[in-house]
């Protein structure tokens, strides 16, 4: 499969300020160029952006744009997820991203679901095969999973549930993607696992962003990103060589697209595609 053929999709969050969204525009309309898959937005935890959520969403698919919005079920009930499928239905939007997610700092009733295959089900169940469904991979395992084994067992159980496709966390060591797409498969898993790229801009962004979600990078890269100190050109330079090398590597060992979290820059995403394209 080559970059021009490759499936690609780019995530985006709903912005909290005016200025942000204008910002988000413009992003779309560069990434667009790109002519993606579709785009995905974030929803906040315990749907605490699905105001801001929705208005992206619906903005999006306005503009006539294949849109994924994030579907966060902790902390929801049955009829609340009910009426946003209703609402995405009604605006022609025919995929989304069946999440877990996060409860929000002090709130203790998890809602309804309980895990992210009972979401996966109840969508099923609520609007057949009306949405295409994509689910979240942990190639380095899940940070509050019991173990790597039972991590990618409630991935299968996801899959077994309904998903028709997967979207992995980020990641710098594209042995645990293969490795982890080589378990699955044994477990009897055939959709599409498409690994998420984190385009690399900042380094302490980076460093705190992946101590909480489980991310490795690895400690030469650390290394050298610590040691760009304030200069942020360089950073960005040695960043985008690193994972424009990864995604070639991924792609040529047969990863099915790519998934870039693009944190509303459209810049470095942009680049490592053009660069993987030529």
């Not at 919005?69 to 069946?98: F, N, Y």
């Not at 009897?188 to 498409?194: M, S, Y």
Request: with cysteine; charged share 20%; aromatic share 10%.
């Amino acid at each position: 499969m080559t970059p021009s053929t490759v499936p690609v999709s780019f995530e985006f969050f709903p912005p909290n300020t005016p200025e942000g969204l204008t910002k988000l525009r413009e992003t779309r309309r560069l990434l667009a160029q790109l002519e993606p898959e579709f785009f995905s937005v974030t929803f906040g935890a315990g749907g605490s952006t699905r105001d801001k959520s929705l208005g992206v969403v619906d903005e999006i698919a306005t503009e006539g744009h294949a849109v994924a919005p994030h579907l966060s079920c902790v902390g929801a009930t049955r009829d609340g997820i009910a009426e946003l499928l209703e609402h995405w239905r009604g605006r022609g939007v025919r995929r989304l991203v069946a999440l877990r997610g996060d409860l929000p700092s002090g709130m203790v009733d998890a809602g309804e679901f309980r895990y992210a295959s009972d979401l996966v089900a109840f969508v099923r169940e609520r609007t057949g095969d009306w949405f295409r469904i994509e689910v979240a991979a942990y190639p380095e395992v899940h940070p509050q999973a019991a173990s790597a084994d039972a991590d990618l067992e409630a991935f299968v159980h996801k899959v077994r549930a309904g998903a028709d496709a997967a979207i992995t966390q980020y990641f710098f060591n594209a042995d645990a993607y293969f490795s982890f797409v080589e378990a699955a498969r044994a477990r009897g898993v055939t959709v599409p696992i498409v690994p998420g790229i984190m385009p690399i801009m900042n380094y302490t962004q980076l460093a705190r962003f992946s101590d909480a979600c489980g991310a490795e990078i690895p400690r030469w890269i650390r290394m050298r990103l610590s040691g760009f100190g304030d200069d942020v050109e360089s950073l960005r330079a040695f960043g985008h060589d690193v994972v424009t090398a990864l995604c070639a590597r991924l792609l040529e060992g047969g990863a099915p697209g790519l998934h870039f979290y693009t944190l509303n820059q459209p810049g470095p995403s942009r680049a490592i595609w053009q660069a993987l394209a030529r």
